[in-house]
């Protein structure tokens, strides 16, 4: 069973930055690709970046410029480095690994942009 660890939410400032981290138990090369999505108050779950086994990354366009998806192969993990924190960025950030049409999702991890 393949199990995600989310890690490294918070609460920061408007304008500070976060790194998430995503442990897998298993080899990230494994995955046709993991990912990061958010799910903020009252709204769907979105797409926040992605990167595929070849390395090959997508960032929604809210967060472009902004957040920057990496890997880490020798301790399975996959972060999100967010910086330039905006409120609209609050949102619990899941983590995504996909291996052919099979999803799975680590529990999340809060992010609270506030002032």
């Known amino acids: 069973q393949v199990q995600l660890v989310e890690s490294g939410g918070g609460l920061v400032q408007p304008g500070e930055s976060l790194r998430l981290s995503c442990g897998a138990s298993e080899n990230i090369f494994n995955f046709n690709d993991m990912g990061w999505y958010r799910q903020a108050p009252g709204k769907e779950r979105e797409l926040v970046s992605t990167i595929n086994v070849g390395g090959k990354t997508v960032y929604a366009d809210s967060v472009k410029g902004r957040f920057t998806i990496s890997r880490d192969s020798a301790v399975n993990t996959v972060y999100l480095q967010m910086q330039s924190l905006e409120p609209e960025d609050t949102a619990v950030y899941y983590c995504?690994?996909?291996?052919?049409?099979?999803?799975?999702w680590g529990k999340g991890t809060l992010v609270t942009v506030s002032s």
């Open positions: 995504r690994a996909r291996i052919l049409r099979r999803e799975y």
